[in-house]
């Protein structure tokens, strides 16, 4: 299975525009998603007798900083009986003004594994999971102040009354 | 006091960080929040778990982790990559050399320099970090012995465990944060004589393996403790991400060593052991530690093998430098990595984003087994008794530095 064969079956499924870019020098390869289509997609690559990628390796949250203003979330899947692996990458704006927080449809009823790592972009980062179970805060305390891998993150000086910043 | 330095009591903290997930609403009747940790000598680390009970049996588990937190990832976006290593380091320090390892070699990739390392140099990789998986496997089981009510197994795995810190001691100079494995080589060649001490070492260590599964595997009370308990099915334990021993303990022969085939790994001769259900059924805590304690013989053969090569073809001389290939400035290209490497406990991964101009990476995820490992808890142990909790937990082999990293 090659990258080619993938994006064939997803603009099969989808239509043209579902891959937006790709991206070969990456490794593993990396396709482009558009946000809102992400849970689709992955249920699309799960389930498919051709890709069948069973395995959510990682999910990392990132934050390209206040200047670009937009956040990004990349999955690393892994096809166990093909052993094959892809990564794909979705790219959501920051919060503004009319929106809240930056939201993205959750995968964790795909993979459970998915459940813990969107909590943890979810502390560290601050993206937010539509439709995730159990949305909370996971190692930080539920009542600290800002996502500390955000680009722009100042630490809140006193925390219960213990000196954060030294 | 303007600046108050010590923690300023006030009731209202506990009620804003909420400690729980579970309020006395929600429970049934009869049913009770019981909380294990943060410090039980069954989590090797801090780590909560809040356990709904009814009666002895439990009905369901949240973990609560994050004291041990130590902001790797702020940190590594924050530093140089050859300056990261200590971190990692210190993430999993059962099993410094491995993560190490999978660490360099992710940022070799990158630079590209993957191809030219020396073969003694990969052949001392493999060495040292096949003998840190055994000292990691060690203290799995011997904690686990200890766990399930054993006491005289950790002592000896202890001590056998000991020898092997010393050899890693003796090539570095440190007990358990090594950072020996330097990106594009070594900290320095192995000592004069380790070959020698290492060989001698294997040989005592044969028939103590022998004596551990005696001990510990064919006991009648350790068999009636974990076989048929914490039962993790092949596909709930792929859907969750599950990895390394846990896995294999669950029937799926599958190791990144021989998947990836990275280092030299494909160039020496091993088997993968996978859980077989010989005591209960397959994937149950007693097929996972029964893993663990294959691996080790799987490790030593490995250690046999590099050794008769680093004292055959592969001798020191005096032209050797384990660190020609150190970069002075580490510039990877504009590119997007995810590396992966097969730990003691599962799949260590480290997803770097580069930006082309800095030696800082923009992004470094650090993907932990234990983290993954641990998600499965609440699934596999409702309906167990409180005392198999414990069981199952020790089973995971968790090191919280990497749960929290």
Known sequence: MILEEIQALLTDKFGEDIVLATDTDASPPMLHIPAAKIAEVCMALHTNEKTYFDYLACLTGMDNGPEQGTMEVIYHLYSIPYNFQLSLQIIITRETESQAYAEVPTVSHIWRTADWHEREAYDLVGIHFSGHPDQRRILLPNDWEGHPLRKDYKEQEYYHGIKVIY | ?405
């Open chain 2, 1 to 405: 006091m303007a600046n108050p330095i010590q923690y300023q009591f006030d009731e209202q903290h506990l009620r804003k960080s909420e400690p729980n997930k579970f309020k006395a609403e929600d429970l049934k009747s009869e049913e009770m929040i019981v909380n294990v940790g943060p410090q039980h000598p069954s989590t090797h680390g801090v780590l909560r778990l809040e356990v709904i009970t009814n009666g002895e049996v439990i009905v369901d588990v949240v973990p609560h982790l994050g004291y041990l937190h130590r902001c790797f990832e702020k940190h590594a976006e924050n530093l140089p990559y050859n300056q990261i290593l200590p971190f990692v380091d210190r993430m999993d320090y059962l099993a410094s050399m491995n993560s190490e390892h999978a660490f360099a070699m992710g940022v070799e990739q990158m630079l590209g320099i993957a191809d030219q390392i020396p073969p003694r140099v990969e052949y001392i990789r493999v060495l040292v970090a096949e003998l840190n998986r055994l000292a990691s496997h060690f203290v799995a089981v011997g904690t686990y012995a200890m766990d399930i009510g054993a006491y005289t197994p950790f002592l000896w795995l202890m001590r056998d465990r000991e020898h092997i810190m010393r050899l890693l001691e003796w090539t570095c100079g440190a007990r358990m944060l090594y950072n020996y494995i330097w990106i594009g080589g070594l900290f320095y060649d192995l000592p004069l004589g380790f070959e020698e001490r290492c060989a001698a070492f294997i040989k005592y260590l044969k028939p103590k393996l022998g004596e551990l599964e005696k001990l510990v595997m064919n006991n009648k009370i350790f068999v009636e403790r974990t076989a048929n308990v914490g039962l993790l099915p092949l596909d709930v334990a792929i859907n969750y991400g599950i990895s390394g021993p846990m896995l294999r303990g669950s029937g799926l022969k599958l190791d990144l060593r021989k998947v990836d085939g990275y280092s030299i790994y494909p160039e020496l001769d091993f088997d993968i052991p996978v859980g077989e259900g010989l005591m209960g059924s397959v994937g149950d805590c007693w097929d996972r530690t029964h893993v663990r304690v294959r691996e080790c013989y799987e490790s030593l053969k490995i250690v046999e093998q590099c050794l008769e090569r680093l004292t055959g073809d592969l001798t020191r001389d005096r032209k050797f430098d384990p660190r020609a290939l150190v970069p002075k400035k580490i510039r990877p290209k504009k590119q997007d990595f995810y590396v992966r490497a097969e730990n003691p406990r599962g799949e260590l991964g480290f997803y770097f984003r580069t930006d082309g101009k800095s030696d800082i990476p923009f992004r470094c995820k650090a993907r932990s087994s234990c983290f993954v490992n641990l998600s499965v808890i609440s699934e596999i142990s409702k309906g167990c008794m409180i005392a198999d909790l414990i069981a199952i937990l020790g089973s995971i082999d968790i090191v919280l530095g990497e749960v929290d990293r």
